[in-house]
T-cell receptor, first 110, second 119 residues
Protein backbone atom coordinates (compact mmCIF):
# COMPACT_ATOMS: atom_id res chain seq x y z
CA UNK A 1 0.00 0.00 0.00
CA UNK A 2 1.35 3.38 -1.04
CA UNK A 3 2.01 5.78 1.83
CA UNK A 4 3.14 9.39 1.53
CA UNK A 5 4.90 11.18 4.38
CA UNK A 6 5.80 14.83 4.67
CA UNK A 7 8.41 16.14 7.05
CA UNK A 8 8.36 18.47 8.86
CA UNK A 9 4.69 18.88 9.74
CA UNK A 10 5.29 22.56 10.44
CA UNK A 11 8.07 25.01 9.74
CA UNK A 12 8.59 28.65 10.71
CA UNK A 13 11.46 30.62 9.23
CA UNK A 14 12.43 34.30 8.79
CA UNK A 15 11.75 36.00 5.51
CA UNK A 16 14.47 35.66 2.90
CA UNK A 17 15.65 32.16 3.80
CA UNK A 18 15.91 29.34 1.32
CA UNK A 19 14.07 26.27 2.53
CA UNK A 20 13.38 22.66 1.64
CA UNK A 21 10.20 20.67 2.18
CA UNK A 22 10.40 16.90 2.05
CA UNK A 23 8.04 14.25 0.74
CA UNK A 24 8.66 10.51 0.82
CA UNK A 25 6.64 7.64 -0.63
CA UNK A 26 6.87 3.91 -0.09
CA UNK A 27 6.15 2.54 -3.59
CA UNK A 28 8.28 3.81 -6.47
CA UNK A 29 5.74 2.68 -9.12
CA UNK A 30 4.18 6.11 -9.59
CA UNK A 31 3.03 7.98 -12.70
CA UNK A 32 3.87 11.42 -11.36
CA UNK A 33 4.25 13.51 -8.25
CA UNK A 34 2.56 16.84 -7.68
CA UNK A 35 3.11 19.63 -5.19
CA UNK A 36 0.15 21.74 -4.12
CA UNK A 37 -0.32 24.81 -1.98
CA UNK A 38 -3.32 25.36 0.26
CA UNK A 39 -4.14 28.67 1.89
CA UNK A 40 -6.36 28.62 5.01
CA UNK A 41 -9.99 28.02 4.14
CA UNK A 42 -9.27 27.69 0.45
CA UNK A 43 -8.85 25.03 -2.16
CA UNK A 44 -5.64 23.54 -3.51
CA UNK A 45 -3.41 25.25 -6.05
CA UNK A 46 -1.16 23.10 -8.18
CA UNK A 47 2.46 24.27 -8.04
CA UNK A 48 4.53 21.71 -9.91
CA UNK A 49 3.96 18.34 -11.55
CA UNK A 50 6.89 15.99 -12.12
CA UNK A 51 6.30 13.11 -14.49
CA UNK A 52 7.82 9.79 -13.48
CA UNK A 53 10.42 10.10 -16.24
CA UNK A 54 11.55 13.54 -15.07
CA UNK A 55 13.97 14.48 -12.31
CA UNK A 56 12.88 18.04 -11.57
CA UNK A 57 10.62 20.92 -12.46
CA UNK A 58 11.04 24.63 -11.86
CA UNK A 59 8.60 27.50 -11.63
CA UNK A 60 9.88 30.89 -10.52
CA UNK A 61 11.35 30.55 -7.03
CA UNK A 62 10.16 26.97 -6.72
CA UNK A 63 12.10 23.86 -7.69
CA UNK A 64 10.86 20.33 -7.15
CA UNK A 65 12.98 17.23 -7.53
CA UNK A 66 12.00 13.59 -7.80
CA UNK A 67 14.08 10.52 -6.98
CA UNK A 68 11.87 7.52 -7.62
CA UNK A 69 14.48 4.97 -6.61
CA UNK A 70 14.73 6.38 -3.10
CA UNK A 71 11.06 7.36 -2.89
CA UNK A 72 11.74 11.02 -2.26
CA UNK A 73 10.81 14.44 -3.53
CA UNK A 74 11.88 17.84 -2.30
CA UNK A 75 10.33 21.24 -2.85
CA UNK A 76 12.90 24.01 -2.71
CA UNK A 77 11.68 27.57 -2.10
CA UNK A 78 14.23 30.29 -2.74
CA UNK A 79 14.22 33.67 -1.01
CA UNK A 80 11.07 32.97 0.99
CA UNK A 81 8.46 35.70 1.39
CA UNK A 82 5.58 36.14 3.87
CA UNK A 83 3.20 35.43 0.99
CA UNK A 84 4.63 31.91 0.79
CA UNK A 85 2.96 31.11 4.12
CA UNK A 86 0.56 28.23 3.48
CA UNK A 87 0.29 24.47 3.78
CA UNK A 88 2.20 22.56 1.12
CA UNK A 89 0.99 19.09 0.15
CA UNK A 90 2.58 16.50 -2.08
CA UNK A 91 0.67 13.75 -3.82
CA UNK A 92 1.75 10.81 -5.94
CA UNK A 93 -0.42 9.46 -8.71
CA UNK A 94 -0.74 5.71 -8.99
CA UNK A 95 -3.51 3.58 -10.48
CA UNK A 96 -5.32 6.73 -11.65
CA UNK A 97 -5.58 8.13 -8.13
CA UNK A 98 -3.68 10.61 -5.97
CA UNK A 99 -2.20 9.45 -2.68
CA UNK A 100 -1.66 12.41 -0.39
CA UNK A 101 0.71 13.44 2.34
CA UNK A 102 -0.67 15.31 5.34
CA UNK A 103 1.17 18.50 4.41
CA UNK A 104 3.77 20.87 5.81
CA UNK A 105 2.45 24.09 7.34
CA UNK A 106 4.89 26.84 6.45
CA UNK A 107 5.05 30.22 8.20
CA UNK A 108 7.39 32.90 6.87
CA UNK A 109 8.02 35.59 9.47
CA UNK A 110 8.49 39.17 8.19
CA UNK B 1 -9.07 29.39 -18.71
CA UNK B 2 -11.82 29.37 -16.11
CA UNK B 3 -11.13 27.29 -13.03
CA UNK B 4 -13.21 24.65 -11.29
CA UNK B 5 -16.33 26.27 -9.88
CA UNK B 6 -17.90 25.07 -6.65
CA UNK B 7 -20.88 26.22 -4.64
CA UNK B 8 -21.76 27.03 -1.98
CA UNK B 9 -18.55 28.20 -0.28
CA UNK B 10 -19.89 27.63 3.21
CA UNK B 11 -22.77 25.65 4.67
CA UNK B 12 -23.93 25.12 8.24
CA UNK B 13 -26.60 22.50 8.85
CA UNK B 14 -27.95 20.53 11.75
CA UNK B 15 -27.27 16.81 12.03
CA UNK B 16 -29.76 14.63 10.17
CA UNK B 17 -30.42 17.39 7.63
CA UNK B 18 -29.48 17.04 3.99
CA UNK B 19 -27.08 19.13 1.92
CA UNK B 20 -25.94 19.26 -1.69
CA UNK B 21 -22.77 20.60 -3.29
CA UNK B 22 -22.30 21.55 -6.92
CA UNK B 23 -19.20 21.46 -9.13
CA UNK B 24 -18.50 22.65 -12.65
CA UNK B 25 -15.14 21.34 -13.93
CA UNK B 26 -12.78 22.85 -16.43
CA UNK B 27 -14.09 22.52 -19.97
CA UNK B 28 -12.64 19.46 -21.66
CA UNK B 29 -11.67 17.70 -18.46
CA UNK B 30 -13.05 14.19 -18.65
CA UNK B 31 -12.24 13.20 -15.09
CA UNK B 32 -13.93 14.70 -12.06
CA UNK B 33 -13.16 13.99 -8.41
CA UNK B 34 -14.85 14.72 -5.09
CA UNK B 35 -12.60 14.82 -2.05
CA UNK B 36 -13.29 15.22 1.65
CA UNK B 37 -10.64 17.06 3.66
CA UNK B 38 -10.73 17.06 7.43
CA UNK B 39 -8.70 19.76 9.15
CA UNK B 40 -5.02 18.85 9.37
CA UNK B 41 -5.26 15.94 6.96
CA UNK B 42 -4.71 15.37 3.28
CA UNK B 43 -7.74 15.07 1.01
CA UNK B 44 -9.59 11.75 0.92
CA UNK B 45 -11.07 10.65 -2.39
CA UNK B 46 -14.81 10.05 -2.17
CA UNK B 47 -15.68 9.40 -5.80
CA UNK B 48 -14.06 9.64 -9.23
CA UNK B 49 -15.96 10.03 -12.50
CA UNK B 50 -14.67 9.43 -16.00
CA UNK B 51 -17.11 11.38 -18.20
CA UNK B 52 -20.44 10.39 -16.64
CA UNK B 53 -19.37 6.97 -15.39
CA UNK B 54 -18.10 6.13 -11.89
CA UNK B 55 -14.49 4.91 -11.83
CA UNK B 56 -14.06 4.56 -8.07
CA UNK B 57 -16.47 5.14 -5.21
CA UNK B 58 -14.94 2.67 -2.78
CA UNK B 59 -14.56 5.27 -0.02
CA UNK B 60 -17.96 6.89 -0.46
CA UNK B 61 -20.28 6.17 2.51
CA UNK B 62 -23.10 5.06 0.27
CA UNK B 63 -25.65 4.84 3.06
CA UNK B 64 -25.64 8.64 3.28
CA UNK B 65 -23.58 10.05 0.41
CA UNK B 66 -24.54 10.09 -3.25
CA UNK B 67 -23.06 11.76 -6.31
CA UNK B 68 -23.92 12.10 -9.94
CA UNK B 69 -22.41 13.62 -13.04
CA UNK B 70 -25.11 14.02 -15.60
CA UNK B 71 -24.02 14.54 -19.21
CA UNK B 72 -20.39 14.19 -18.16
CA UNK B 73 -20.01 17.83 -17.13
CA UNK B 74 -21.41 19.26 -13.87
CA UNK B 75 -21.59 17.14 -10.76
CA UNK B 76 -23.48 17.19 -7.49
CA UNK B 77 -22.57 15.55 -4.19
CA UNK B 78 -25.32 15.00 -1.64
CA UNK B 79 -25.30 14.02 2.01
CA UNK B 80 -28.48 12.75 3.60
CA UNK B 81 -28.70 12.57 6.57
CA UNK B 82 -25.63 14.47 7.74
CA UNK B 83 -23.64 13.45 10.81
CA UNK B 84 -21.35 15.54 12.98
CA UNK B 85 -18.29 13.75 11.58
CA UNK B 86 -19.17 14.95 8.08
CA UNK B 87 -17.90 18.41 9.04
CA UNK B 88 -15.07 18.99 6.58
CA UNK B 89 -14.10 20.81 3.41
CA UNK B 90 -15.46 19.16 0.28
CA UNK B 91 -13.21 19.68 -2.72
CA UNK B 92 -14.00 19.12 -6.34
CA UNK B 93 -11.20 18.62 -8.84
CA UNK B 94 -10.94 17.84 -12.53
CA UNK B 95 -8.26 16.64 -14.90
CA UNK B 96 -7.74 15.38 -18.41
CA UNK B 97 -8.35 11.70 -18.95
CA UNK B 98 -5.66 9.40 -17.46
CA UNK B 99 -4.80 8.44 -21.03
CA UNK B 100 -3.55 12.00 -21.46
CA UNK B 101 -1.20 11.64 -18.53
CA UNK B 102 1.83 12.41 -20.69
CA UNK B 103 0.38 15.72 -21.86
CA UNK B 104 2.06 18.87 -20.56
CA UNK B 105 -1.42 20.10 -19.66
CA UNK B 106 -2.09 17.12 -17.43
CA UNK B 107 -2.64 17.84 -13.78
CA UNK B 108 -5.37 18.23 -11.24
CA UNK B 109 -7.20 21.55 -10.86
CA UNK B 110 -9.12 22.08 -7.66
CA UNK B 111 -12.04 24.30 -6.84
CA UNK B 112 -12.15 26.54 -3.78
CA UNK B 113 -14.07 23.94 -1.82
CA UNK B 114 -17.19 23.98 0.33
CA UNK B 115 -16.70 24.19 4.07
CA UNK B 116 -19.45 22.15 5.74
CA UNK B 117 -20.19 22.46 9.43
CA UNK B 118 -22.67 20.02 10.95
CA UNK B 119 -23.98 21.08 14.36
Amino acid sequence: KQEVTQIPAALSVPEGENLVLNCSFTDSAIYNLQWFRQDPGKGLTSLLLIQSSQREQTSGRLNASLDKSSGRSTLYIAASQPGDSATYLCAVERNYQLIWGAGTKLIIKP
Amino acid sequence: EAGVAQSPRYKIIEKRQSVAFWCNPISGHATLYWYQQILGQGPKLLIQFQNNGVVDDSQLPKDRFSAERLKGVDSTLKIQPAKLEDSAVYLCASSLSPWDRGSPNYGYTFGSGTRLTVV
